[in-house]
T-cell receptor, first 111, second 115 residues
């Protein structure tokens, strides 16, 4: 079945460091791919998305490129801030009954 | 409404009691989803509604769990005879297109604690 695997956390970085959170997927169809972010005490928010191969999703300085050949959708940001501390979820949807979420990666950014 | 609203935000209940969790989705969103997030875990799919019908109930953990949706809007998740392992954050989400292009909009969740 469809699945999403993302790197385990927590990831701890200093402010202004470069961030990469790896995400790979398995899907039988042609999924749309998403990154969601969950700030402390809040629900999940859609951060960015890509709906077809080679698309790049971007938002708030974060980027991820849909790589069909490597079945990956890694999240990157060039310079993280303390306010980026949160849990990040990679997810896929084939327009079926549900979106499949990864286990989440917790990011801590130190001042 | 402007967002997905869930109530209550927190619920503490005694083992064996029944609880009802409510979700009010974004107006016009025909698809509604319930997920469960246990401490330190990812999201566990529970049930999906398209309109008022639930074509996929495969994620409900046991027959103590049930859900309904009325008027294509508000949904209620009911847990009967709660157990301690039911303690989790219950998240509701809605979508205009089953999530393919626009993703989901999530509520802030109901934190359920069974003591």
């Amino acid at each position: 079945g469809d699945s999403v695997t993302q790197m385990e956390g927590p990831v701890t970085l200093s402010e202004e460091a470069f961030l990469t959170i790896n995400c790979t997927y398995t899907a039988t169809g042609y999924p749309s791919l998403f990154w969601y972010v969950q700030y402390p005490g809040e629900g999940l928010q859609l951060l960015l998305k890509a709906t077809k191969a080679d698309d790049k999703g971007s938002n708030k300085g974060f980027e991820a490129t849909y790589r069909k050949e490597t079945t990956s959708f890694h999240l990157e940001k060039g310079s993280v801030q303390v306010s980026d501390s949160a849990v990040y979820f990679c997810a896929l949807s084939t327009g079926g009954f549900k979106t499949i979420f990864g286990a989440g990666t917790r990011l801590f950014v130190k001042a | 409404g402007a967002g997905v609203s869930q109530s209550p935000s927190n619920k503490v209940t005694e083992k064996g009691k029944d609880v009802e969790l409510r979700c009010d989705p974004i107006s016009g969103h025909t698809a509604l989803y319930w997920y469960r997030q246990s401490l330190g875990q990812g999201l566990e799919f529970l049930i999906y509604f398209q309109g008022n019908s639930a074509p996929d109930k495969s994620g409900l953990p046991s027959d103590r769990f049930s859900a309904e949706r009325t008027g294509g809007s508000v949904s209620t998740l009911t847990i009967q005879r709660t157990q301690q392992e039911d303690s989790a954050v219950y998240l509701c989400a809605s979508s205009i297109d089953r999530g393919l292009d626009y993703g989901y909009t999530f509520g802030s969740g109901t934190r359920l604690t069974v003591v």
